[in-house]
């Protein structure tokens, strides 16, 4: 089956740029989207179709797209970012998939 | 403004079956791309069914054959049923839609507070 691959774990200081890779091999033909997930709540989504920015996220938040990696980079991280986040697509078979999920922890 | 209020949860003995809930308000169900994403204990968010504006449904492999997901125009409500249901079904049960006429695909723009399924016995 279709798999998002990200790392466990990303660590950063404060006011440091976060960088969070994503990697599949449907990701040239589907966008991608991230949440970002705090302990004991629902997803909110932080990006949308690879590089979107929802209204009322932060303009810290960012997505970029090459190839088969799509990257969530969070610019000037504070504290309040701390949480786990995931990236979600979609594979040709018009089902969906999350990644494996990333945990940021501000040093 | 969306809301997405999820119900139906609760404890279910291994094989059993339940049925979820997910009443939306400030945007039409039947016009929408819905799914349900589950997250287990401790666990990664995991995707387990589609429902598109045409009907078409599509589900995760671990479910398929087991769970069925509907929505009725009336009530305006999405639903999941659930049968024979397994320990690794348990877990937290969302409901999310994409930003409101959006028909390129699923993606969670806006979600309810989950429900939780617990399977023991």
């Known amino acids: 089956s279709y798999e998002l691959t990200q790392p466990p774990s990303v660590s950063v200081s404060p006011g440091q740029t976060a960088r969070i890779t994503c990697s599949g091999d449907?990701?040239?033909?589907?966008?991608a989207y991230w949440y970002q997930q705090k302990p004991g709540q629902a997803p909110v989504l932080v990006i949308y179709?690879?590089?979107e920015r929802p209204s009322g996220i932060p303009e810290r938040f960012s997505g970029s797209s090459s190839g088969t990696t799509v990257t969530l980079i969070i610019s000037g991280v504070q504290a309040e970012d701390e949480a786990d986040y995931y990236c979600?697509?979609?594979?040709?078979?018009?089902?969906?998939?999350f990644g494996t999920g990333t945990k940021v922890t501000v040093l | 403004e969306v809301q997405l209020v999820e119900s139906g949860g609760g404890l279910v003995q291994p094989g059993g079956s339940l049925r979820l809930s997910c009443a939306a308000s400030?945007?039409?169900?039947?016009?929408?791309?819905m799914s349900w994403v589950r997250q287990a204990p401790g666990k990664g968010l995991e995707w387990v069914s589609v429902?598109?504006?045409?009907?078409?449904?599509f589900y995760a492999d671990s479910v398929k054959g087991r769970f069925t997901i509907s929505r009725d125009s009336s009530e305006n409500t999405l639903y999941l049923q659930m049968n024979s249901l397994r320990p690794e079904d348990m877990g937290v049960y969302y409901c999310?839609?994409?930003?409101?006429?959006?028909?390129?695909?699923?993606?969670?723009?806006?979600w309810g507070q989950g429900t939780l399924v617990t399977v023991s016995s």
């Open positions: 179709k690879d590089s």
């Open positions: 999310a839609v994409p930003f409101t006429g959006y028909n390129s695909g699923w993606y969670g723009a806006d």
């Open positions: 979600q697509s979609a594979d040709s078979s018009g089902t969906y998939v």
């Open positions: 400030g945007f039409t169900v039947s016009s929408n791309y």
């Open positions: 449907a990701l040239p033909k589907h966008y």
């Open positions: 429902i598109y504006n045409g009907d078409s449904t």
